[in-house]
């Protein structure tokens, strides 16, 4: 489903641990990385895509998460042509993403990248809150940018983690 513009309907979900560390995926067979993403389906609402994309790619299930936050707007980045698709050339600019911010509520051993039978990960790893924009390929930096700075305010300071852990009861 490619609206007028030309852009194809997305979520993008930056995915975060208590130490507000990123999930950072490993396309399968190749060496880049990014943070999973998704299309919406015609008549499907973000937030549904964005669960549907997280069991898709990483395989969390809705109680292994809680979402923190999503970006206002839709953020937008155009594909360049030699990465386009030869049938999608002339009405295809590339993507307009709603982001969404979650937190892993469950353990790192929730995750499986083998949750579907076209896995789009094949390794994973926790990575510094900003370094995915210098690490994502180019044409995709400016909207990991705006998605990355307008999620931010969503996150819990480190030094406020600690109320928001939970503490074992002492003499219980």
């Given amino acids: ?30 060496h880049s990385w990014q943070f999973p993403q998704g299309g919406i ?16 790619e990483v395989g969390l299930k809705p109680e292994h998460v809680q979402v923190l936050g ?7 980045y155009e594909v360049p042509e030699r990465w386009l698709r ?4 002339g009405n295809y600019r590339g993507q307009k993403q709603i982001w969404f911010l979650l937190r892993l509520v469950g353990r790192d051993c929730d995750v499986c990248l083998r949750a579907s039978e ?11 809150y900003w370094a995915p924009t210098q690490d ?8 990991y940018e705006q998605a990355l700075n307008e999620l931010s305010r ?19």
Avoid: S
């Fill in 41 to 56: 389906k015609g008549g499907e609402r973000p937030e549904a895509a964005m669960y549907r994309e997280l069991h898709e």
């Fill in 136 to 143: 994502v390929i180019e044409f995709k930096r400016p909207v």
């Fill in 1 to 30: 489903m490619i609206d007028r513009d030309g852009y194809r309907p997305n979520v993008g979900i930056v995915l975060c641990n208590w130490k507000n560390e990123v999930f950072w995926g490993k396309r399968v067979r190749e």
């Fill in 118 to 128: 076209k896995p789009e990960f094949d390794a994973w790893r926790w990575h510094d």
């Fill in 70 to 76: 999503r970006t206002r707007d839709w953020l937008r």
């Fill in 154 to 172: 969503f996150l819990v300071k480190r030094q406020d983690q600690r109320k928001h852990q939970r503490t074992p009861l002492v003499g219980a």
């Fill in 86 to 89: 030869r049938e999608w050339r």
